[in-house]
């Protein structure tokens, strides 16, 4: 059974700082692409930041030079460095699990609240 369980949310000041982790079961953590997503309220989901199985990185315009993903895969979880944060920033994460061949998986969420 594919599980995803993202933590590391929470309410951070602007110009804060926050680390998402997300780790994954029941796959075969090293040959999956892996990404955050971000939903704000009435905003369609926007991909935030992904990586691919060989570790090439890649990024949403608005998080560039902000936020850093990263994996290890001796420990199947993928990493959202997130600094600098703004207001904007806040939303529900998830994390998706993109295998080679088929539909991509799901976390559940970890809500991020960038407030003053």
């Known amino acids: 059974q594919v599980q995803l369980v993202e933590s590391g949310g929470g309410l951070v000041q602007p110009g804060g700082s926050l680390r998402l982790s997300c780790a994954a079961s029941?796959?075969?953590?090293?040959?999956?692409?892996m990404a955050w997503y971000r939903q704000a309220p009435g905003k369609e989901r926007e991909l935030v930041a992904e990586?691919?199985?060989?570790?090439?990185?890649g990024y949403g315009d608005s998080v560039k030079g902000r936020f850093t993903i990263s994996r290890d895969n001796a420990k199947n979880t993928v990493y959202l460095q997130m600094n600098s944060l703004k207001p904007e920033d806040t939303a529900v994460y998830f994390c998706s699990a993109q295998p080679p061949i088929g539909g991509s998986r799901w976390g559940q969420g970890t809500q991020v609240t960038v407030t003053s």
């Open positions: 990586t691919t199985r060989s570790g090439t990185t």
């Open positions: 029941g796959i075969i953590f090293s040959i999956y692409n």
